[in-house]
């Protein structure tokens, strides 16, 4: 059962995997203890929606298709 429709396409779920798994990196190595956390947590909640295949933020603007094959 699903309870979304997928509104990010393909080539953005990639980069979206790609960026956030970096920034989350990014964050744990080169940011002081309190903020990397929350750095990190920022990176892998954006690779999380592109694993997911879905941003509530697109969704909320209106960006995406609405046949659910993504953008």
Same mark, same amino acid.
């Given at each position: 059962? +699903?309870?979304?429709?997928?509104?990010?396409? *393909?080539?953005?779920?990639?980069?979206?995997?790609?960026?956030?798994?970096?920034?989350?990196?990014?964050?744990?190595?080169?940011?002081?203890?309190?903020?990397?956390?929350? *750095?990190?947590?920022?990176?892998?909640?954006?690779?999380?929606?592109?694993? +997911?295949?879905?941003?509530?933020?697109?969704? +909320?603007?209106? +960006?995406?298709?609405?046949?659910?094959?993504?953008?």
């Amino acid at each position: 059962m +699903v309870f979304y429709r997928k509104n990010i396409g *393909g080539f953005q779920q990639i980069a979206r995997i790609a960026l956030g798994l970096a920034g989350a990196g990014a964050a744990l190595a080169l940011m002081a203890p309190p903020l990397s956390l929350a *750095g990190a947590a920022a990176g892998a909640m954006f690779a999380l929606t592109g694993i +997911v295949g879905y941003c509530p933020m697109c969704a +909320v603007a209106g +960006v995406g298709r609405r046949d659910g094959r993504g953008a």
